[in-house]
């Protein structure tokens, strides 16, 4: 593997052809549904809950504590689990880029359509840490401090995009590289961090 190249790999196509100004014009609105649909299987899988009503079982309804506990102590990570919180990160992530107007098709809730997010299965026994589990939420600090940055800056290039998709029909190179990146930067830290795939610690980059 190239050692620029990360584990967790994402990109979003850039359109070649000019973008609808009325459906980006009312994107917000016309999320509507799909952001409804995506809050109903992202909620909580497993609510297990203390005397306060907080779950300890899942995070957005990507499995996190199933996964830890099969690695912790049986150094497995079950196919169905892995294939299930790639495939709502997938979901996850044509919902994000169509609200941030970087496609103006209507987010599908199977087809990549024109995001692509993709990881390789582990082989828990040989390319995870049984331990690390345990702490990569911590380790993971630092990205979080600097994704929030990033990603209010990243909705104000949505802002500029919108604008200028609305003038030009056009969304500007240098904005799409630029929240694309933060899309790729949130993707690779929920990978480490979450979801548990890789032991790889993320790169503090947006690009590929």
């Known amino acids: 593997m190239n050692q620029h190249t990360y584990p967790i ?3 979003v196509d850039r359109p070649d052809r000019p973008l609808d100004r009325v459906s980006t014009f009312f994107r917000v ?3 509507i549904p799909i952001l409804i649909v995506l809050g109903a299987v992202s909620a909580t899988t497993w609510d297990w809950t203390s005397g306060g009503g907080d779950s300890v079982a899942g995070a957005g309804g990507l499995l996190f504590l199933g996964p830890l506990l099969m690695i912790v102590f049986r150094r497995k990570y079950p196919r ?3 294939d299930w919180s790639l495939e709502l990160q997938r ?5 994000a880029a169509y609200l941030a107007l970087m496609d103006d098709r209507y987010p599908s809730t199977d087809d990549r359509q024109a995001v692509h997010l993709d ?3 582990p082989d828990a026994g040989r390319d995870l840490n049984r331990w690390l589990p345990l702490v990569k939420w911590f380790l993971a600090i630092p990205h979080y401090l600097v994704l929030v940055v990033l990603n209010l800056a990243a909705i104000g290039a949505v802002i500029g995009a919108w604008v200028a998709i609305l003038v030009t029909g056009r969304y500007p190179g240098g904005l799409f590289a630029f929240v694309e990146g933060v899309l790729r930067w949130n993707n690779r830290v929920i990978g480490y961090a979450l979801t548990l795939v890789t032991d790889a610690y993320p790169p503090f980059r947006l690009a590929p």
Do not use: H, I, L
């Open 9 to 11: 790999r994402f990109s």
């Open 29 to 31: 609105f016309a999320a």
């Open 80 to 82: 169905w689990w892995f």
């Open 91 to 95: 979901f996850t992530n044509r919902v």
């Open 119 to 121: 990881y390789a299965y």
